[in-house]
C-alpha cells in the first residue's frame, strides 16, 4: 500500500519559514489533486493549498501571498514553501493525495510558530 510521508515541520518564530515536503512511498496514477491540510490544536482540519493535475492552485485566505504550494509529477511529490510565518500557523500539516479511486493521507507534520 502507497504510504505518504511527510517531513519538514519544526519550530520556528514569527516571521520564520519552512518549507514541508510530501512524498509517495510508490507510484500513484490517475492523480487528481494534491494538497495541504492543517489541523491547529482543538479544530477540525482545514484546507491549506492545493494543486490539480494541470497545475491550477488554489489557497486558503489566510495564506494567500505566504505559502506557495508545488508539485513534481514524475516523484510524485507536493511541497508547501510557507514564509511569514505567524502562530496562527501552528498544528500539525497533513499531506493529501486524491485520485479517481483513491483518497491518500499522511501521518502530519507538526509545524510551531512562537511569537
Known amino acids: 500500500q502507497v504510504q505518504l510521508v511527510e517531513s519538514g515541520g519544526g519550530l520556528v518564530q514569527a516571521g520564520g519559514s519552512l518549507r514541508l515536503s510530501c512524498a509517495a512511498s510508490?507510484?500513484?496514477?490517475?492523480?487528481?489533486?494534491m494538497g495541504w491540510y492543517l489541523q491547529a490544536p482543538e479544530k477540525q482540519r482545514n484546507l491549506v493549498a492545493t494543486?490539480?493535475?494541470?497545475?491550477?492552485?488554489n489557497y486558503a485566505e489566510s495564506v494567500k501571498g505566504r505559502f506557495t504550494i508545488s508539485r513534481d509529477n514524475a516523484k510524485t511529490t507536493v511541497d508547501l514553501q510557507m514564509n511569514s510565518l505567524k502562530p496562527e500557523d501552528t498544528g500539525v500539516y497533513y499531506c493529501?493525495?486524491?485520485?479517481?479511486?483513491?483518497?491518500?493521507w499522511g501521518q502530519g507534520t507538526r509545524v510551531t510558530v512562537s511569537s
Open positions: 493529501r493525495i486524491l485520485t479517481s479511486m483513491y483518497d491518500y
Open positions: 510508490g507510484s500513484i496514477s490517475g492523480i487528481k489533486v
Open positions: 494543486i490539480t493535475s494541470g497545475g491550477t492552485t
